[in-house]
């Protein structure tokens, strides 16, 4: 009988071709998903930046204009205004689902099951649509006695407020519709993070007689850091991209109050036609939102490093 002797070449051979075939399948699974997102999402985003070099005229052929678009948005005094509603908007909202997100998450925090069923329905806002919540919101703002808060304002000797149609609190407005839905979801992650929280340090901080505020300043923040980190990350993305919430509840108005930004690249693009400027306000808030989470990105990694 001859024996077979394999050598290391040949034993290389195969489980390289076995290593091959293991590379190969994960990438078979996620081609799907990956084909489905170079079709619907990174392919339109490569046409919106070479279209927002071009006069784009239907039917007659597009015009090579180059940086024009550009100069032209970033010059609109519309477009300046909806800068200030966008980084007001973004910043209020971002700060206050953040605040209110982690007061819930202490709140909530725990094992108990009638706090995971109160957990449950705080979360609802965060997994509704956008466009349900705005109308529900509308609904609450109804500027007549016979509209929730108005009702409520009513009861204390107050009039009632036009909440959507005062430019001068129509953005705050918004703004508060917006915390509503965000802080949630703020929420879950937070919880996230204080579910890492090394219980040994509360107790060592109790027997230290540390007050609430000290604990939560030397021992919960630090601990949650990361957490955190994700939610300024998302936070920031959000404010920036703001544009159902305004879609839905003003459109815009009172007299462009509440224009941001999203809102003045869609009139610009489906009310105007001026497909090409509609573009290039996309590709500039493309790059904004890209710098600012690189941004948080580096100043996250900086402060772990220490």
């Known amino acids: 009988m001859t024996a077979t002797v394999t050598t290391p070449a040949a034993r290389r051979g195969k489980v390289s071709g076995v290593l091959g075939k293991k590379a190969v399948v994960p990438w078979l699974f996620l081609a799907p998903g990956l084909l489905l997102a170079v079709v619907f999402k990174f392919w339109p985003m490569a046409k ?16 090579w204009i180059g940086l024009d678009n550009y100069a032209r948005v970033l010059t609109d ?40 069923i109160i957990r449950t329905a705080v979360f609802l806002p965060a997994v509704t649509a956008t466009a349900v919540v705005g109308e529900l919101w509308r ?13 409520g304002l009513h009861l204390l000797g107050l009039g ?27 929420m879950v992650i ?17 027997m230290d007689g540390v007050s609430l505020r000290q604990r939560l300043r030397y021992v919960t923040l ?50 105007r036609n ?9 590709v500039v808030l493309l790059c904004v939102t890209l710098l600012l989470t690189v941004t948080v990105n580096y100043l996250r990694k900086r402060g772990d490093a220490r």
């Open 77 to 116: 005094h519309r477009f300046q205004d909806a800068i200030g509603h966008t980084l007001v908007l973004g910043i209020g909202q971002s700060v206050g689902a953040i605040l209110l997100g982690f007061v819930l998450a202490l709140l909530l925090e725990g094992q108990a099951r009638s706090l995971k």
């Open 160 to 186: 009632p407020v036009h909440f959507l149609d005062n430019p001068d609190i129509a953005l705050y407005s918004t703004m508060a519709m917006g915390i509503w839905i965000w802080a949630p979801y703020n």
């Open 190 to 206: 937070l919880l996230a993070g204080l579910a890492g929280v090394d219980r040994s340090l509360y107790e060592a901080a109790a």
């Open 222 to 271: 630090p601990a949650i850091r990361p957490a955190l980190m994700i939610v300024l990350t998302l936070a920031t993305i959000r404010g920036l991209r703001v544009f159902t919430e305004v879609y839905v509840l003003t459109g815009g108005g009172p007299a462009g109050s509440t224009d941001v930004w999203m809102t003045r690249a869609y009139t610009l693009g489906f009310t």
């Open 274 to 282: 001026d497909i090409g400027g509609a573009s290039a306000a996309s």
């Open 48 to 63: 919106g930046i070479w279209l927002s070099f071009f006069d784009v005229r239907p039917f007659l052929g597009d015009q």
């Open 139 to 151: 609904l609450m703002y109804y500027p007549t006695g016979d509209g929730l808060l108005n009702s």
